[in-house]
Structure formats: structure tokens, C-alpha cells
């Protein structure tokens, strides 16, 4: 990574990190971000590096505790897309989901776990086929879009390339080929839904972001209203600068 | 129940239950599996009933429940599975998914409307299962909001004809929160919950606002209710509640319908009612597995409960020779008038952790804008509500506002920050807005509904104000950023009650107007909405008609009977 990639210091208080208040509408280069000290997060980074959900597992219900454990086996092997198509896929999910590196939430065989069983969402708009013909045409799209851009398959073009076409995706802003047959804006939503299900459905994601998780039959106490920790729950990451911290309290840190 | 009863129930916080539902009792404190499964009446297939009941719901379910207690022989076909809660219900977003309907339809319209887990349940219990837990009453002018108004619809009945049986489903359920000041002004019999991080967050905005916000009203056990235990907040109203605290027909009507002979044909899809000779319906034809063969429940009366898309699309699937358009459809009304409501929702962040998990999505709740003020230039109005939506739906939350890819999981992982507001717009009943049947058939070899939203240029003006409302709540609240997603939510509406055949499809006792043994008994029939969520009223409709076909009022062929307290005025243009 160059270093001007890396983010400067962002004052997370004041919310510097949120894209809505940065100047280009981007969120910092997550350099920025905590290492995850326990447990695992997506790609090891996260704002709760001293947190893992999984550590409370045992005092979750037995069908929740298989349900979430379940998503832990080892991922795949992809049952509904084809050999052709996962390159594609996979590159795809990893754009959404800004995964560039491993540890990765597998959502590529998340996906393909959904629509190989069939577990569609129950709807469908009159103006779209079935949400597995949509999957297709989408990665089809894909691939199409990035040969006429760069020449290559989408899962070959550069990550800025990448992002480009499925910001278009995002905009409903492609047009020709397999993007005839769908309404893009819409095609974009179906994807999404099943994306994010994915991700956020895996505890990693969920160390990520500090959620506390299964919560029964143990409940919460601790709801309010000041922001008290139930004893599993761990604090984020704070801005604090640990050089001026020290510098400015000596005495606390003396041996 | 006897009403001065009711007014002490409000007085006496959880002290008084119902006199006349055991289900409280019936239920095991060690298990959340409904009582009396094992035990349950099973009636021989050819025998006749007294009625069966399409849909375990929150309209089938109560009807079932008091038709039982007066010694009716019940059957309630239910399309989904029997929960057993304890294995088949878990603590997870994703993991809900067999929830919600999630067998296809179509949505079509300038507007489609997202359906599945949005607000369509299947299995014993129905949409209440997932439903967050909200039960407020409609106000007053819901009832006669085109006389009022000018706009929507009347209805045949009053509020005062439903007041009663609110009183009693709020004690069955029960329903805690702050004494109500808007609307019809009451009490609630259970105190209100403790109130979370979140919502004193947004309630902070409120107040500088001046918008007057309460606790509840909710139907979530606050203390113990019987053998169903405090609520432990754990924040998964919207997966199903695993601690029985949350109101749903699950524990609320079903136990007690077992325990008086009801049986649950669970796994049963209707697939039509069927006619005889005179032109009654001798009951109704269902499959209890797709390819198999047609069963047939036979019963003196008929009751559907299948809600706004499933009940309009079993009408117009019940063709003869005799409704060849569907069932009661002689004037193109079955299917019409379906709403929804618009369900916009704004986060606001905070330096604090807020942790909006904790606690039951359902908080906080606001119905001052909820009646017309004409200068905001639009009719009707908007509730306001706190929400919490765990990881998916807030994932859902950002996307909406336009982030995916690194910004996505920068305001994902933000999520302890923020705390979530919603609105509920009344969206007005419109003709164009209908469930009809698509030409692609599901495993059963039914045609899929198919349901057509438009929005009209009121709806978008309410739902454009309110959320200017509520961002302005996060702004007054000391919000440092704000994201927004615009949603719908329930479902009402697409088989009217009214006054005459040619506005409506059924009569002020929920009777169709063109078959005399056939009732509606789910939100299908209400001709409005208001801002409230509909589960409450529904229950409290089903109530009211279990009284009236348990004394014989609901069949009066008296044309004034079925014409309703006040003859509503329901324009078809």
C-alpha cells in the first residue's frame, strides 16, 4: 500500500470517518482502523478489537448457537453458479463488500447457498425475471461491461475499474447486452439483498461492528439510559492518540 | 367483558387478566411450544363443521378462539408450518427467513411494494409472529375519514363499535405502555416498559420539537403475565419471540382455541371455496401437500383470513360458473384498495454508544401529527416511532441511503452510534392499488397474486413532510449525521367492508355480500388505515365478529343490519 493511501487521523467523536462529512464523500482508507486483538473479523480489522461475539456463544440457545455456528464450516463448494461464473461472482462480492483481503465472510457461496436452495425473498417485480435468472444476467452483465471498458473479464480488471462499473450498477447507469432483459437499479437491489444478508449474517461481521448478538435466553439488563456494557459487551476503539495520552498524564503510566 | 372492568384493568397495572382467555395459563414456563399440539381435536375429513377458518393469523385465530368458547366446532387451515418455537425460532436475522411468505408474487405499479419479510407471515401465528409488537388503536376519524376528509373511504361501522373489543383484546394481549392521550383517550392494563438508550436519544429531539412523544403502547409482557414471563429485551421481536413475552395468536388465542376443540391443519394451502347448488359455500378445498390430491373441509359457515394478498387472491381464484371473475367479484371490487403504509426511516449518530440492539425495537411513540392539519397541504397524516434495526436491516439502511463497497462498511461499522427513528404514513386506498392473479402458478398449480402500488400525489406529500419531521427530530437531538431509507410496511385492505355490493365486498358484519355463509376476518376488509399498525385491529374486528355470528347478527339478512351503524360513504371512482 502506498502511503498516501493511509488515512490521516480521524477524530471518530466529532465523526470524521462517516463518508456524509468528508470532503470527497469517501470514507478514510481503513489503515485507520484497529487491529482485531481477539477473535476474528472480516479482513482483521473492525473498531472493537477487543471484542468477540463468539466468546458469549455458550450462553446462547442451541438451534441459534447451530444456526451461526454453521456459518463458520468451511464455505462451498458452489452448488447454483457455475465454474464460468465464479470468478465473476466472487469478484463481484468482494467489490460490495470492500473484501480485499483474507480473512473474508465467504458471501460469494452465501449467495450461492441461497439460490441453489431456492430461499427467494417473495416478491418479484412484474418488470424482472425470477431473482436466480437476475443473478445470471447480472454476472453476465458484468463481464460484458468490463470487456468493453478494459478489454478483460470483470474479475481481471483492476479494483478501481471494478468499483467504477458496479457504481454504475448501483446507479442503474448500464445499459446493453444482458442489462436489456433487466431493470438495473432493481437488479442492483436483488444482488444486494442477498449480499448483505450474507455478510451480516456472519459473526465476524458482527465483531466488526460491535453488535452483542444472540441474546437469549441471557436477554439484556444494561438498555439504558447511559451507556452501560452487560459484562460480555466490550467498549470501541477510541481516537485517542496513546503518544499524547501518555505525555499528558506521566504519572499514570510510571513503573 | 364488562367495561367497568376495563376502566379498573387500567388502573390496576397488570393485576386483572382477561376473564375469558386461559391461554396465559395454558402456556409452559419451561417450553415455548403451543400447548395442546399433542392433544389436539382432529375432526374425520369428510365430517362438517361448524366453520372453517382460512389462516392461524391474527384475524383466524381470534375468531377461532371465541367460536370455540360458545361451543362451535372450528377447523383453521393454515398454509405454513406448526412452529415448535423452542427448535424451529432462533436469535438470528438471517435464520428467520421460513418466517415470512416467501413463496412468490408479482409486484408490479409505479410503486412496487417489497413483500416476504417486510410484512407477510406464514404458519401458525401469521404475521404477528415477526411483527415488532407495535398495538396501537386507530383513532376515531379512521373510521370516516371521507366525510371528514374528503378523501379514502368510510366505513360502515364506528369506532365506538369496536371500542369494547379493543379494551378486551388490549387485556388479552396484553398491551403496555402510557396512559394514550391521542385518538379516543385511554388507559393501557400493563405499565410501561423501561425505556432504552435509543429511544431517549430521540426522544430528546422530540421534546425540543415539541412533539409529545409516550412509552408503547406495545404488546410485550411488562412483568409476568400468567406463565408467560417479562420481556428479557434482547431485541428480536421482528425474528420471533422465543420468551413468549411478545403478543402474537401463538400465545395470546391459539392455546385457549385448542383447549375448547379448535384444530390447526397446519401445512394446508387453500386453494378454493367451494359452492353448492343454493349458492353457500360448502366449505373449503386445500392441498396439504403441492401435487396431491384436493381435500375438502366442509362447514355450515366459512371464514377467510388469509390477509390482503392471499384472502383477495383465494376469492379470485374460487371461479364457477357463477363468479366466473372470482369469488363475490360481481363488481370488480375483490383486490381493490389494497394500502400500505409508508414506512420511511431515519438514523441520526451519536459519540456515545447507543447500541440501539438492546431493547425491543418497539419504544417510543408519537400520534400528535397523526390527524389532518391542512396546512401541511395534504390530508390525514403520519405516526412517529423508534425503531432498531439489527445488522441486516441497518446494512439495508445504508444501502438505501446510497453507500456500499468500503463507505458501506464504514457506516456499518458505525452501528453502536446511531439510533433509529420511523414514521407510518396513512397512504390513501385507491382503486388502481389491487392484488389480481399472474398467469405463473406456484407448486400447488395456483395462480401467484400479483399486487400493483401506485402512490398518489398525497401519499407522497405526507410521506415528503413526515420525513422532514423526523430528520428534524435527529437534527434537534444533536445528530451529527443522518441517513434515511424510504419503505413501506403492513398490509390492509383489498376486500372492503361497506354499505352497498357495488363498493364493497363485504357487509358491515364481514359477510359477503354475495355468498351468505362466507365472512372476511383478517385486515382484508378494512376500508382505511390511519397511521396505526393493524394487528390490534385487526384482532379487535375478528373479536366483534365472533360475537355477532356466535348471536346470529352477523347474518342478519336485515338490509339495514348489513348496512352498518352509519351507512359509509365509499366513492369507486
Redesign the interface.
Known sequence: MAASDRADKVDMDKGEHLPHRRADGQPPHPSWLPRQRVGTTPQMIGRYPDYDVLAAAGTWDEATRKAVFARLEPPGPLRFFTAAEEPTLRAFCDVCTAQDVEPRVPVAESVDTKLADGKLDGFQYADMPDDRDTWRLVLAGLDETARDRAGTRFADCDLPAQGAIVGDLAAGNLSGGSWQQLNVARAWSVCMRAILSGFYSHPWAWNEIGFGGPAYPRGYMRTGPVSTLEPFEKPGATSEDAAVVVSAHPEEFDE | MNRQTGRFRGLLKGSVGPVDNDSRYLLDVHSRQLPGEATMRHYDEDEQVDLVVVGAGAGGSVLAQRLARRGWRVVILEAGPFWHP??????????S?GL?????????GAD??????NN?GRGVGGSMIHYAGYTPRFHPSDFETFTRDGVGADWPIRYEDLLGHYERVEAELPVAGQDWPWGYPHRYPFSPH???????TLWRGARKLGIQMRVGPVGIVNGTFGNRPHC?????CLQGC??NAKASPYVTHLPDALAHGVEIRAGCMAARVELDEAGRARGVVYFDEAGGPERLARARFVAVAGYSIETPRLLLGSTSARFPDGLCNDHDQVGRYVMVQGATQTAG?W?????M???PPPEVSSEDLYETDESRGFARGFSIQTVSP???G???HV?AD???????????????HWATVGVLNELLAHPDNRVTLAEETDPYGLPVA?M?YTLTDNDKANMAYSTHVITDILRAGGA????TIHRYAHLIGGARMGSSPEASVVDANQRAWAVPNLFLADGSVCPTQGSANPALTIMALASRLADRMADGTAMDEDPQARTGTTPARQPTG
Do not use: C, F
Not at chain 2, 112 to 117: A, F, H, Q, R, T
Not at chain 2, 232 to 236: A, N, V
Open positions: 423452542d427448535e424451529d425460532w432462533v436469535s438470528d436475522e438471517a435464520g427467513h415470512y411468505w416467501t413463496q412468490k408474487r408479482i409486484i408490479g412496487p411494494i417489497e413483500l416476504g419479510k407477510s423501561p425505556v432504552s438508550e435509543q429511544a431517549t428479557i429485551y434482547r431485541g428480536y422465543k420468551v449518530r459519540p456515545d454508544e447507543i447500541r440492539y438492546k431493547a439489527l445488522p441486516i441497518w446494512a439495508e444501502l446510497g453507500h456500499w463497497g468500503r463507505a458501506m462498511r464504514e457506516y456499518m461499522r458505525d452501528y453502536n400479483r400493483d451529527q449525521d443522518v441517513l
